[in-house]
């Protein structure tokens, strides 16, 4: 099955530039947006593996079609923006994106980062986790054929790069995990992304996976080396 890919932004110029670059690279099945609206609507429709999110559109901007898109759907999401500050890119990180690229761009730059998330997509489906259908630690539990994550039975709503990284520190229970580790396992190792964003993410996880977010008891911070999750909660 051949990926898909939707394309997001209220200027044409930048829209058709990247859709030809991705059909030079082999991408064959994209689909074009210029608003939040339409943009919606395609997506339920045409399911994309992949979208490239302009934040600044005329009607809903982007950071809201994001948090739309995340009540149905896991893809990765690529933001565009013209905003180059860590806040911007921390917030846009957090309402569910999985990587930010600021103009202005190379195209090749962007269709770069489309790879790699279909990367990440490919070990998210492949990884061999352990032998059966399910991932549990403690009250944890992933069902890596629905690709949906559960505690104590109930089912917690991640976006795709949350479930990435739950299933990379449930892989890896009990071992210390560093910050450089994460982003190589989970982001890939070329990903731009800011010191913030693990500490982001993994703070978002928290308050979805811990009793008590700021006194995390699973999920916890190893000072001066990185994040371990529990196998056992003391």
């Known amino acids: ?17 990247v859709e030809e670059v991705l059909r030079k690279e082999g991408f064959r099945v994209i689909q074009k947006a210029y608003n ?39 893809c990765s999401i690529l933001f565009l923006s013209s905003k180059n500050d860590d806040v911007d890119k921390i917030l846009g990180l957090s309402w569910g994106g999985d990587d930010y690229v600021t103009k202005p761009f190379s195209p090749r730059e962007v269709v770069f980062r489309i790879k790699a998330q279909l990367r990440r997509q490919q070990y998210q489906t492949a990884s061999p986790l352990q032998e059966g259908t399910s991932l549990t630690v403690g009250p944890l539990r992933i069902d890596k054929e629905s690709c949906r994550a559960y505690k104590g039975g109930q089912e917690i709503g ?3 790069r949350e479930y990435l990284l739950l299933t990379y520190l449930m892989e890896n229970a009990d071992k210390i995990i560093s910050k450089e580790r994460l982003y190589e396992q989970v982001w ?9 964003t693990i500490m982001v993410h993994i703070r978002h996880l928290r308050e979805k996976i811990e009793d008590l ?3 995390p008891q699973q999920l916890i911070t190893v000072k001066g080396l990185g994040y371990k999750l529990k196998k056992r909660i003391d």
């Open 158 to 160: 991640l976006t795709g």
């Open 1 to 17: 099955m051949e990926n898909k890919i939707l394309l997001v932004d209220d200027e044409k110029d930048i829209v058709d530039l």
């Open 213 to 215: 977010p700021s006194q």
């Open 188 to 196: 890939g190792e070329y990903s731009s992304i800011c010191d913030n």
């Open 36 to 74: 939040g609206t339409d943009a919606l609507k395609i997506c339920r429709d045409f399911q994309p593996d992949v979208i490239v999110l302009d934040i600044m559109l005329p009607d809903i901007d982007g950071l809201e079609v994001c948090r739309q898109i995340r009540q149905f759907s896991y």
